[in-house]
């Protein structure tokens, strides 16, 4: 089995990669009609939550908000997600050291700790005006991420290492 090029490893995962980003993105959209569907129908949020039988300490406005910034940090996904399938696309047609990967390859890990940070934010908001208790976020599940960000910040600086190279040997006669 082939890892890289046409009908590899490589293009069956881009193709995965495509599936999820066009669902991760009606996700947002069904999200974002959701919380406009609350904010404009206001009585429609404690209907739902009666109708479910479960119990809702927020407002419309307040449920709305945290649709909202669910989406948002989805929507960081979704863009993570448009840099790798950039990468797997190039990985699919067999050019590995792509000039560009390098630089797709740092934004995945600005995008991937920009997200976590923004989780971090998320959670003391939440903790402080809406008084709800979450699990502590430190431990295995913060250690995991942090050395996700490091090694794609790592990958980034060995496809870098891989184009110079690349173009050193295309000058060579």
């Known amino acids: 089995m082939r890892f890289l090029g046409p009908r590899s490893i490589s293009s069956l995962l881009k193709t995965a990669l495509d599936v999820v980003y066009f669902g991760?993105?009606?996700?947002?959209?069904?999200?974002?009609?959701?919380?406009?569907?609350?904010?404009?129908?206001?009585?429609?949020?404690?209907?739902?939550?009666?109708?479910?039988?479960?119990?809702?300490?927020?407002?419309?406005?307040?449920?709305?908000?945290?649709?909202?910034?669910?989406?948002?940090?989805l929507g960081g996904y979704l863009v993570i997600m448009h840099w790798t399938r950039q990468v797997f696309g190039t990985l699919a047609e067999g050019d590995v050291f792509h000039p560009d990967n390098t630089r797709r390859l740092r934004w995945i890990g600005f995008g991937l700790g920009g997200l976590e940070i923004f989780g971090y934010v998320a959670r003391f908001l939440v903790v402080r005006f809406f008084d709800m208790q979450f699990e502590p976020v430190y431990g295995l599940r913060a250690v995991t991420t942090w050395f996700s960000v490091l090694v794609v910040f790592v990958l980034a600086e060995v496809f870098k290492e891989g184009a110079r190279l690349r173009r050193e040997a295309n000058l060579t006669i």
Do not use: K
């Open 24 to 73: 991760l993105f009606g996700l947002i959209i069904g999200l974002v009609l959701a919380a406009l569907c609350l904010l404009s129908v206001p009585t429609l949020a404690t209907e739902v939550v009666t109708r479910l039988n479960v119990s809702a300490p927020l407002g419309a406005t307040a449920q709305a908000a945290m649709l909202l910034a669910f989406g948002i940090s």
